[in-house]
């Protein structure tokens, strides 16, 4: 297989992983409710959590790390000798989640499945944001601050690593993770909009 057709292969079997909509699936299997018309109308584990309970959204949110890191994981197997398959199976996954091809292009924000794909390539950051992540949302019960921050420190941390933990992370990762940083920054836009406007709900 040559290499453009192994790109090919890559950004299809990835983006349909993550068009995966688990939350959509979960929300008619468990009440027969399309996600999109309850809660925030988002398709992502918080919303799940709202609108079906925990024993719902714990699912949904494995699902959706899972999609991440095993679209990245199965993207490396086509030769570690082209670090590029697993950047794009990133992006391509994400893209998939976000805007799912099952759901007409309707999809998450790309948290659960942005956190599955650097768990393959910058695991030690991943924990530090989960643990950043964690501490805000206790303080503030607010899931979108506490993943807008988490994901905001994602670069920050993974070039402070590489900076003064002798890390050796190639510099494309650090430029990946500012990307899609910013995008899970745009998906959250009218999450924004309501924490300016006092109207943010909590999850408690």
Request: aromatic residues 10%; contains cysteine.
């Amino acid at each position: 297989m040559n290499q453009a057709l192994k790109i090919l292969l890559v950004i299809v079997t990835s983006y349909i992983l993550g068009s995966i909509p688990s939350s959509y699936i979960m929300g008619r299997l468990t009440r027969g409710i399309d996600l999109r018309s309850h809660g925030s109308g988002n398709l992502g584990a918080a919303n799940t959590f709202r609108v079906l309970g925990a024993r719902a959204a714990v699912p949904v949110l494995l699902i959706d790390i899972g999609k991440g890191f095993f679209a990245v994981k199965l993207a490396s197997f086509l030769g570690t000798e082209h670090f590029a398959y697993s950047l794009i199976a990133v992006l391509a996954v994400i893209i998939g989640h976000n805007f799912s091809v099952f759901v007409n292009f309707s999809g998450g924000k790309g948290v659960g499945t942005t956190t599955g794909a650097f768990l393959c390539l910058a695991p030690l950051a991943v924990g530090i944001c989960f643990i950043i992540w964690l501490v805000i949302l206790i303080v503030s019960r607010i899931v979108s601050i506490a993943s807008i921050i988490s994901i905001s420190m994602l670069p920050v941390i993974i070039i402070t690593i590489n900076r003064f933990g002798g890390g050796k992370t190639h510099a494309s990762i650090i430029y990946l993770s500012i990307f899609t940083a910013l995008m899970v920054i745009y998906k959250h836009r009218s999450n924004i909009r309501r924490m300016i406007d006092g109207k943010e709900g909590k999850l408690f």
